[in-house]
């Protein structure tokens, strides 16, 4: 799953938030990726939607930790 975003450092495109260094969920549906660009190794970050590939992942965490967004 690609989104549109674009590393600030070579201007590369369809960056793969599937392929996060890190995820920081801020809802069910949100969360804030920090990627490494695979064209020049520059770090982006992004608020983004949470692809559905990712979405049972995001559920299960949400579940080990308690935080309460894997109850629904």
């Known amino acids: ?21 890190s ?3 801020l809802r ?5 990726f920090s990627l490494t660009c695979p064209r020049c190794g520059a770090k ?5 939607p949470i692809p559905a590939a990712l ?3 995001v559920r299960f ?3 080990e930790v308690g935080a309460g967004m894997g109850r629904r």
């Open 1 to 21: 799953m690609t989104q549109d975003i674009t590393c600030p450092a070579c201007a590369g495109t369809s960056l793969d938030v599937t392929s996060y260094d």
């Open 55 to 57: 979405r049972e992942e």
């Open 44 to 48: 982006v970050s992004s608020l983004q």
């Open 61 to 63: 965490a949400a579940i």
């Open 23 to 25: 995820m920081m969920v």
């Open 28 to 32: 069910p549906d949100l969360a804030f």
